[in-house]
């Protein structure tokens, strides 16, 4: 691993640096904005467009932690249930949305964007295992960071109504326009 992590050049952390500073720019910018120009008495949390039926689920997880447990219980269950589910990602997020007095949905994307660090230079160092070359290694790289957004195209080839492997490419863009 020390092998690995000193064939990545300088040159190369600050490209990536670079890229992942401004992937969480451009993550946050969207929601700042909207959350910003909401109308008195509204909120936009953006949650709905991140993940689309899910939230209430994380919002029940972070509440279980700000209520002082480690351990969960899953409240969209009808069964019986002792609290005995440990879920890392959510123990940490209702931690910091607890001791920083955050509410759930913004605890949510701070930690969505934080967590682009560790992941992209996981999947950096993975790329360069493999590749030697910085050239090779910055196209993956570039490759597997942008691919899913490609599932837009389908639009334009066969239509929304027929585009089903489009939809899972670009949901997170579209459920907030769905019917």
Sequence with gaps: MKELIKSISKKEKIIIWLM????IIAFAIPYFY??????????????????????????GFIE??????WLFVDHY??????????RPEWLVTGLIAKWFQLSNSFAMHLMA???IIPFFWALYFLIAY?????????AAWLMILFASGMGVFSFFVIG???CIMGYFFI???ICGFQK
Excluded: C
């Design 20 to 23: 992942i500073f401004s992937l």
């Design 34 to 59: 909207l959350w910003k120009t909401a109308p008195p008495d509204h909120t936009w949390s953006g949650i709905h467009v991140l993940t689309g039926g899910d939230y209430n689920h994380y919002f």
């Design 64 to 69: 279980q932690v700000k209520d002082g447990h």
């Design 77 to 86: 269950n009808s069964e019986g249930q002792i609290r005995n589910i440990f």
């Design 113 to 115: 964007s934080l967590l």
């Design 130 to 138: 493999f590749f030697k070359s910085f050239k090779k290694r910055l």
């Design 160 to 162: 929304i109504q027929d």
């Design 171 to 173: 949901a997170p863009w």
